[in-house]
């Protein structure tokens, strides 16, 4: 049985599952309660003759009841299938960008609207999301009075879209009606899944899942484009390995009996490049001959080394896995072919300032080239030199706790004691040796904790009583002092002051806040005349918004004279991009405290990671923001 609306077929699909009240009812449809109960009485006009009724159970709503089990099931099975309707806005922005990039014709929201069961006003919000997605492949939707809305722009950049889209879907939900149903054509993906991996392993190609997933993709859309009468225009690809050309042939040939029409050359020529680039590189660096490969490799880690201070320059394993990458990178970049990468916002919170280095550097190499490299590029980029940085050096700063020792035997004694607490503790730094005497006359005690052979009045900071041979809960009480984390804080003190915050309360913009920042940071000698150019190169590059409103500007590079940080608090939110930024962390860091650099990245990674944003911006001055800044780095 088919129902004479769509409303009328979704409302008892509704009532199936579920009592509702008619107030529920008219929301979920987007009508009034009036226009629910004539649907109701048009539904039971329908639906007496198979034995179904919809009652009105008062207190709990319309009700599906079964008079007529035979009936019914009778009705259930000679029913279409139903419609899948998006119910939220990302999946309105997915189902509106597929159904413009498989139509041939133009299409009007209205009548998506209707099917849909929401307004035009909704659909018309949801476009512009639709409209920044197309953008980022060149793609333009062009309105014609009457006829609605149609999508342009190359076959290639088309294909690319939808098979990014549905790859990124897939992630999520393999099952996705979308890919399942709406944006391929039926019986296309069991034969390819089937095949492919047969045509890959006797070329000798390997690919990882994602890879094999995304050609997999990339062919059903292709099919469906090709059966539609859109071939791809002539397109000659790069000389390529003979086992891609062997592959890029026989899925060609599958291609072509799927989609029932002769492949053009130019089909194929685009099916290696997508194969070479995504097959995995098994070959031994010296057998790799491609230029481009090993000069960026080279420029990447000089430009580390220049700028940042970090040798990685005799790092081989280093070397051999930027190359390996690199090398079908560069053919990914040549034909702008994206390769999503879902890690990318949690590379960018572990390696911070790998991020940074290596994004400076790509950015400095793609002057002198005409690719584009993508952030998802960069970020794989980032694994290899993040893993090269924690083998070769101290990821993060570690200050290691200082302990004044305060002891009045004989010198014996001291050194047993000393060398014990070295012995059981090696990351202790016992600074002084005083007397009782000293200790008294001390107005501050500047190390972290004190150790006292004898009771002692306690000043500003913890004191533990030893015995010359300590007891288990004296160590243990050590112990807790010494695991205590003093590095976060420690940065904190040193780097961050009261002349170097503010508060803007009035409206700002984000280069008006550099200029101002930046030249205060210059007449009180931290930086030179080119630190703001510099910061607002790098912010040209790639937004420095970490999340959740904390945003991180710096130089490319660390061209500080001294390192500091400039705090600013920005209740009413400064633009930041298509963002805003309520917190914002001026980085000067100069090369002599590259190894701390990390640290100070950690610090906000730490606040971003605490959520403590919300709670920093409330801050009215320099003595607030330390104390909400203490607390969040000692619950880390």
Not at 452 to 460: F, L, P, Q, Y
Not at 521 to 529: F, H, K, N, P, S
Not at 612 to 624: G, N, S, V
Request: proline content about 4%.
């Amino acid at each position: 049985m088919r129902f004479p609306s769509q409303r009328l077929s979704r409302l008892f699909d509704l009532l199936q599952n579920e009592t509702l009240p008619q107030d529920e009812l008219a929301r979920r449809l987007n009508v009034t309660t009036r226009t629910v109960r004539a649907d109701i009485s048009a539904l039971n006009e329908l639906l007496r003759q198979h034995g179904v009724q919809l009652v009105l159970n008062r207190g709990s709503g319309y009700q599906l009841t079964v008079d007529d089990m035979g009936r019914y099931q009778a009705l259930q099975a000679s029913r279409p299938k139903a419609l899948r309707i998006p119910r939220t806005a990302p999946e309105r922005v997915h189902y509106l960008a597929v159904r413009f990039l498989t139509s041939a014709f133009s299409l009007k929201l209205e009548d998506l609207a209707e099917e849909w069961f929401v307004s035009r006003a909704t659909l018309q919000n949801d476009m512009a999301e639709v409209r920044e997605l197309f953008t980022r492949y060149n793609l333009t939707l062009e309105t014609r009075p009457r006829h609605g809305m149609k999508l342009f722009g190359s076959e290639m950049a088309l294909r690319a879209c939808l098979t990014d889209l549905l790859w990124q879907l897939a992630q999520q939900d393999s099952a996705n009606p979308l890919i399942t149903e709406e944006a391929l054509n039926a019986g296309v993906q069991e034969p390819l899944a089937e095949r492919l991996p047969t045509i890959f392993a006797h070329a000798r190609l390997r690919f990882t899942d994602e890879g094999e997933q995304f050609i997999r993709l990339y062919c059903a859309v292709a099919v469906r484009r090709i059966s539609e009468g859109f071939p791809l225009p002539e397109f000659v690809a790069d000389d390529v390995d003979d086992n891609v050309r062997e592959a890029a042939r026989g899925i060609a040939a599958l291609l072509q009996t799927l989609c029932g029409k002769p492949l053009s050359e130019a089909e194929e020529n685009w099916l290696r490049v997508h194969i070479a680039a995504r097959q995995v590189q098994e070959l031994e660096p010296s057998a790799i001959s491609a230029d481009d490969a090993e000069a960026l490799a080279g420029y990447i880690l000089r430009y580390i080394n220049t700028h940042y201070n970090y040798n990685l320059l005799t790092d081989e394993q280093l070397r051999a896995d930027l190359l390996t990458h690199i090398r079908t990178m560069i053919t990914r970049v040549r034909y702008q072919i994206n390769i999503p990468n879902p890690l990318l916002g949690n590379i960018k919170q572990h390696y911070p300032m790998a991020w940074d280095m290596t994004l400076a550097a790509v950015s400095g190499w793609g002057k002198y080239t005409p690719y584009t490299i993508s952030e998802n590029e960069v970020g794989f980029l980032v694994l290899h030199i993040g893993v090269g940085l924690e083998r070769h050096y101290n990821v993060g700063y570690q200050r290691n706790p200082r302990v004044l020792l305060v002891c009045d035997t004989g010198n014996s004694t001291v050194r047993m004691i000393q060398s014990m607490l070295l012995r059981k503790y090696p990351q202790l730094e016992v600074s002084e040796i005083a007397t009782l005497r000293d200790y008294e006359q001390r107005a501050a005690i500047a190390e972290d904790f004190v150790i006292s052979t004898a009771r002692v009045a306690e000043k500003d900071k913890p004191v533990v009583v030893m015995s010359p041979f300590p007891t288990d809960f004296q160590l243990e009480q050590i112990g807790k002092l010494v695991l205590v984390d003093r590095t976060r804080p420690w940065m904190l003190e040193k780097y961050f002051d009261a002349r170097h915050f503010r508060v803007v309360d009035g409206p700002m913009t984000q280069q008006q806040l550099f200029k101002e920042l930046c030249d205060e940071l210059e007449q009180d000698g931290y930086v030179g005349a080119d630190f703001l150019p510099s910061v607002v190169e790098r912010e040209a590059i790639v937004s420095t918004m970490l999340g959740d409103g904390i945003a991180l500007p710096h130089s490319l590079g660390l061209m500080a004279r001294k390192t500091v940080v400039y705090t600013v608090l920005a209740p009413q939110g400064i633009a930041w991009g298509e963002e805003t930024a309520h917190v914002i962390f001026l980085l000067a860091i100069s090369k002599r405290e590259y190894e701390e650099a990390m640290t100070i990245y950690d610090l906000f990674v730490t606040f971003l990671r605490e959520r403590a944003a919300q709670q920093l911006q409330t801050c009215r001055d320099f003595a607030q923001f330390q104390a909400v800044a203490m607390t969040c780095l000692s619950r880390f």
